[in-house]
């Protein structure tokens, strides 16, 4: 008997049963929909920080995904907390860092990728292959990709931002290439010329007057005068021609 | 330090740091203890889970009234074992609960459930009725029984925990082990009786 005593105790506590607790002492997500660059999005988000932004038809489609995704439930926000609404407003990479996020769900890599994302400037672009050096594992460029695809908070994490190592915008996980081509553009991205730029082979800019190569979107590359600017494919043709990375946006370690 | 007390210990210390923040993974980490342990004290399932759901959030009301000194000294396990079983005692005492908790009839089985070995299934019809015999016990020897022989604590935290002293829980654990033998013997024949009847 006492063994079958020991057996009554292996049972598991009924499923969304701890959804079930932090509903009722008020821990969970909170969520609203808001005005973005590719229309209506859902956002939630809770203590950890922002938890998820989806663009799905309907509040219902939303509430699935979220709990399928994360187990947890949904309460409707009556307000949008303010530096939330800021930051999608503005499409600022500032404001956007001025967010927590709850990345709980990500490995500590792909947490290391989302919030390299997160340093690129509104207006600009960077290669796969550039964070996948920045955050120290410049062979992981197809993790890096899987990383930014399973984004759980696009748009705010910018991961629209990132594109692919020849140049090409690449795809996008919130509606495919030509809404990421929409979102770069509103915010301000020349993408037709940046495709052609690749096209021609020509992946760096230097700038002849300060002997600088920076990535085509760097901010500081794009105050260069026209007649100042040198492309160059490869990093070695720059080095070789004089040039140093840019400290900005860095298109190669200094 | 076994790995138990090691999490037990990690867990306090996250809610001495931040009770909300820290609060989902102690759910997580405790609600299969604290659902078995109302489950085997009611025999019902919904009961079971209404009382486990109320035991945490008693526990995190308290929880953030108690300053970081005293969250980090909490024994989480016990603690929440002794809201649950006042919890219970509560429903005991309440009239309308009282044919839910206290029926011996009320045997819905939900230990096989899940991935368990085989012979669970087999098994199933005994331990159901080994849970309705448990909740035909008075209060002070389940309570006992349960936390020696179905969560496998030692004598000394139950005594911790219930606040009485270790012979008391010894001697309760000792007689409700005998009732226990006692009842479904009784059951035992008299449905090999009606059987043959």
Redesign the interface.
Same mark, same amino acid.
């Given at each position: 008997? $006492?063994k079958? /005593? &020991?057996? $009554?105790?292996? !049972?598991? +506590?009924?499923a969304g049963? +701890?959804g &079930? !607790? $932090?509903q +009722? !002492?008020g $821990?969970v997500d909170r969520f609203a929909s808001l005005e973005s660059p590719l229309g209506r999005v859902y956002v939630a988000w809770n /203590?950890?920080g922002i938890s998820a932004v989806m663009r799905v038809p309907d509040e219902a489609a939303f509430r699935r995904e979220f709990e399928a995704l994360n187990g947890r439930t949904l309460e409707r926000s009556r307000e949008i907390p303010p530096a939330l609404r800021r930051a999608m407003e503005s499409g600022s990479a500032a404001d956007a860092r001025r967010l927590t996020y709850d990345l709980r769900s990500c490995t500590p890599f792909e947490a290391a990728v989302l919030r390299k994302a997160l340093e690129i400037p509104r207006g600009q672009v960077r290669p796969y292959n550039w964070i996948a050096r920045e955050i120290g594992r410049p062979k992981a460029m197809r993790a890096v990709g899987s990383a930014l695809a399973n984004n759980p908070v696009p748009i705010l994490i910018p991961c629209h931002r990132v594109v692919r190592g020849d140049g090409k915008i690449g795809n996008y996980g919130l509606g495919g290439p030509q809404k990421k081509m929409r979102i770069l553009e509103a915010e301000g991205v020349d993408v037709i010329a940046l495709e052609h730029w690749a096209g021609r082979g020509m992946r760096y800019k230097g700038v002849a007057s300060t002997k600088i190569f920076c990535w085509p979107t760097c901010a500081a590359g794009r105050r260069a005068k026209e007649q100042n600017v040198r492309p160059f494919r490869t990093e070695r043709d720059a080095r070789a021609a004089g040039y140093r990375p840019c400290k900005l946006c860095r298109p190669a370690a200094a | 330090m076994s790995d138990d007390e090691r999490m037990q210990r990690e867990m306090s210390m996250a809610l001495a740091r931040d009770v909300d923040a820290a609060f989902e993974p102690f759910v997580l980490a405790y609600q299969d203890r604290v659902f078995a342990y109302t489950l085997n004290l009611t025999a019902n399932p919904a009961v079971a889970e209404d009382v486990a759901q109320e035991t945490f959030v008693s526990a995190y009301r308290a929880l953030q009234k108690y300053s970081p000194a005293r969250r980090r000294a909490l024994a989480l396990r016990s603690w929440l074992y002794t809201i649950a079983l006042n919890r219970v005692r509560n429903l005991a005492r309440s009239p309308a609960a009282k044919t839910v908790s206290l029926d011996g009839r009320a045997t819905i089985d939900v230990a096989d459930r899940g991935a368990g070995p085989p012979e669970y299934a087999e098994r199933a019809e005994t331990l159901g009725e080994l849970r309705g015999a448990l909740a035909r016990l008075a209060l002070r020897y389940r309570g006992a029984v349960v936390l020696r022989h179905v969560e496998g604590r030692e004598y000394a935290e139950i005594a911790t925990l219930l606040g009485q002293p270790i012979g008391t829980v010894k001697s309760n654990v000792h007689r409700g082990l005998a009732l226990l033998r006692a009842d479904l013997q009784r059951r035992g024949h008299a449905q090999r009786s009606s059987a043959l009847g």
């Open positions: 008997m $006492l079958d /005593l &020991r057996r $009554l105790g292996k !049972v598991h +506590a009924p049963f +701890a &079930r !607790v $932090l +009722a !002492v $821990l /203590l950890h | -």
